[in-house]
């Protein structure tokens, strides 16, 4: 048996053996496939990249079928458990664990650059006090390119390197300050002496006190979220900072259209839409109504269903028993009975079972988001701040794998055939001659 697959083309009667490597065809294989020598050859269709590989990754692997999520082949659940957000951004920039030392010297580089320019806090002062906190992220994401013009070195290692620190060590202080600024509060400077989350509940929350002194309940919690959120090999948002990035743009503007893709309430904004539908139901006895709306295709069960996942998300369980935990300390979140009613109910509907739909990341991270004090607006915000390592580590590896160009899908050209131009004054007659 040999690893190929026969296509039999019947315009021509030709056939063709295309070698199968991975579960995989390379597509550019079928260009062979033509009916004369100017035929272009075939191309594959793959709207929203439903069944196209685009690139070779071996950061993280997602199993939809049976609800696994692995990043560089450690289970999810056990780096919730054990591991800390920086030591998971480590691995999956790297690849295995950092040693005590290199853990260590990490920590201590990312904790040096958490300062942002001044320039960047006139230009926060810019925006309106009710921007969306998303929207202000992309946009600073895209300012701190101007900044670091090296950055643009895209080619030298080490340059990425230092970009990677820089954008990681930043990401906290930023989405803290569009909060200071929505809150109309002052800035607060980083405290190199707290955790990574630590560090960032004290710019968010700080007020007069002289030390900010993190909960370690909320600290863990955050931590663990970020873990969560780290990655998640080819979504949506890992695309965009491929492909922009695959045109040698600089990291920080590569980041901005994937925090832009982010931004999406089909993405990483449906946590905040999770909230909201919540709040819209307001109560179990609502919930029929709702489930009816689903199924008429009038809306959609926010924080359900998933490209890849077939089953339970994986993350989805943990940051369930997250929620049980965190709601001992801040309380219970009233929205948690509408959300594990719905959650019921969907699990049990035909609708939702035919169609493999299952709570995601975003069912549940919204109610601890909301009990620990966030405004809905800073939801994406605290997904964007974890994903950035994920893009980072998505972004080098696409520009040190040999096989990958510039990104550039062809197109099936449905338009019009070739015509003249026609004089303004000729226009809206019928007839165009
Ligand atoms: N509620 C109701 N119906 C749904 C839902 C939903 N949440 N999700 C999918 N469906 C239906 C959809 O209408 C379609 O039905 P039919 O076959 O009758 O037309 C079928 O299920 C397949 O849906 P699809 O839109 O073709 O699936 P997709 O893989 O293109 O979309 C998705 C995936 C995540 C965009 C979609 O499930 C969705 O819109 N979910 C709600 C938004 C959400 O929670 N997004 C967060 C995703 S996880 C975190 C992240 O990526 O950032």
């Given at each position: 048996?040999?690893?190929?697959?026969?296509?039999?083309?019947?315009?021509t009667g030709k056939t063709y053996e295309l070698p199968i490597t991975d579960g995989t065809v390379r597509a550019a294989e079928f260009r062979q496939i033509k009916t004369s020598a100017d035929d272009f050859g075939l191309m594959v269709y793959d709207p929203a990249f439903k069944n196209t590989?685009?690139?070779?990754?071996?950061?993280?692997?997602?199993?939809?079928?049976?609800?696994?999520?692995?990043?560089?082949?450690?289970?999810?659940?056990?780096?919730?458990?054990?591991?800390?957000?920086?030591?998971?951004?480590?691995?999956?920039?790297?690849?295995?664990?950092?040693?005590?030392?290199?853990?260590?010297?990490?920590?201590?580089?990312?904790?040096?650059?958490?300062?942002?320019?001044?320039?960047?806090?006139?230009?926060?002062?810019?925006?309106?006090?009710?921007?969306?906190?998303?929207?202000?992220?992309?946009?600073?994401?895209?300012?701190?390119?101007?900044?670091?013009?090296?950055?643009?070195?895209?080619?030298?290692?080490?340059?990425?390197?230092?970009?990677?620190?820089?954008?990681?060590?930043?990401?906290?202080?930023?989405?803290?300050?569009?909060?200071?600024?929505?809150?109309?509060?002052p800035y607060i400077y980083p405290d190199n002496s707290l955790s990574y989350t630590g560090n960032f509940l004290n710019m968010l929350f700080r007020m007069a006190e002289p030390k900010y002194e993190p909960h370690p309940v909320l600290e863990r919690t955050l931590d663990v979220l970020f873990?969560?959120?780290?990655?998640?090999?080819?979504?949506?948002?890992?695309?965009?900072?491929?492909?922009?990035?695959?045109?040698?743009?600089?990291?920080?503007?590569?980041?901005?259209?994937?925090?832009?893709?982010?931004?999406?309430?089909?993405?990483?904004?449906?946590?905040?839409?999770?909230?909201?539908?919540?709040?819209?139901?307001?109560?179990?006895?609502?919930?029929?109504?709702?489930?009816?709306?689903?199924?008429?295709?009038?809306?959609?069960?926010?924080?359900?269903?998933?490209?890849?996942?077939?089953?339970?998300?994986?993350?989805?369980?943990?940051?369930?028993?997250?929620?049980?935990?965190?709601?001992?300390?801040?309380?219970?979140?009233?929205?948690?009975?509408?959300?594990?009613?719905?959650?019921?109910?969907?699990?049990?509907?035909?609708?939702?079972?035919?169609?493999?739909?299952?709570?995601?990341?975003?069912?549940?991270?919204?109610?601890?988001?909301?009990?620990?004090?966030?405004?809905?607006?800073?939801?994406?915000?605290?997904?964007?701040?974890?994903?950035?390592?994920?893009?980072?580590?998505?972004?080098?590896?696409?520009?040190?794998?040999?096989?990958?160009?510039?990104?550039?899908?062809?197109?099936?050209?449905?338009?019009?055939?070739?015509?003249?131009?026609?004089?303004?004054?000729?226009?809206?007659?019928?007839?165009?001659?």
């Open positions: 048996m040999s690893d190929t697959i026969t296509v039999t083309d019947n315009r590989a685009s690139c070779r990754s071996a950061i993280t692997l997602i199993d939809g079928e049976k609800g696994i999520l692995r990043y560089r082949g450690y289970p999810i659940e056990q780096l919730a458990e054990k591991s800390t957000f920086l030591e998971v951004a480590y691995l999956l920039l790297n690849g295995e664990l950092p040693t005590k030392e290199e853990h260590d010297d990490w920590v201590n580089e990312v904790t040096h650059h958490t300062y942002i320019h001044e320039f960047l806090t006139r230009a926060m002062e810019g925006f309106k006090y009710d921007a969306h906190p998303m929207a202000m992220m992309v946009s600073f994401l895209g300012a701190l390119s101007t900044f670091y013009k090296e950055a643009k070195n895209v080619r030298d290692a080490a340059v990425r390197r230092e970009h990677i620190i820089k954008i990681i060590a930043k990401m906290p202080t930023l989405a803290a300050w569009c909060y200071r600024h929505a809150t109309g509060r873990i969560l959120h780290a990655d998640h090999e080819q979504n949506c948002s890992a695309n965009a900072a491929r492909a922009v990035g695959s045109a040698e743009t600089d990291p920080y503007c590569s980041l901005a259209a994937a925090a832009a893709a982010l931004y999406g309430p089909l993405h990483g904004g449906a946590n905040e839409a999770v909230l909201r539908m919540l709040r819209r139901i307001g109560s179990v006895k609502n919930i029929p109504d709702f489930i009816k709306g689903c199924k008429a295709g009038e809306h959609r069960l926010m924080g359900f269903g998933h490209r890849v996942y077939k089953n339970y998300d994986p993350r989805a369980r943990v940051i369930k028993g997250l929620a049980h935990q965190v709601f001992t300390f801040t309380g219970r979140n009233p929205l948690l009975d509408i959300a594990l009613e719905l959650e019921k109910i969907a699990l049990n509907d035909e609708y939702f079972v035919k169609r493999k739909l299952y709570p995601n990341v975003d069912f549940y991270s919204g109610l601890i988001y909301q009990s620990m004090g966030f405004p809905v607006e800073m939801f994406p915000v605290l997904f964007a701040i974890p994903r950035a390592a994920g893009w980072l580590s998505q972004w080098q590896e696409m520009l040190t794998d040999k096989e990958q160009r510039i990104a550039r899908p062809r197109q099936i050209y449905t338009g019009s055939d070739v015509r003249d131009y026609v004089e303004m004054a000729d226009r809206g007659k019928g007839s165009a001659s």
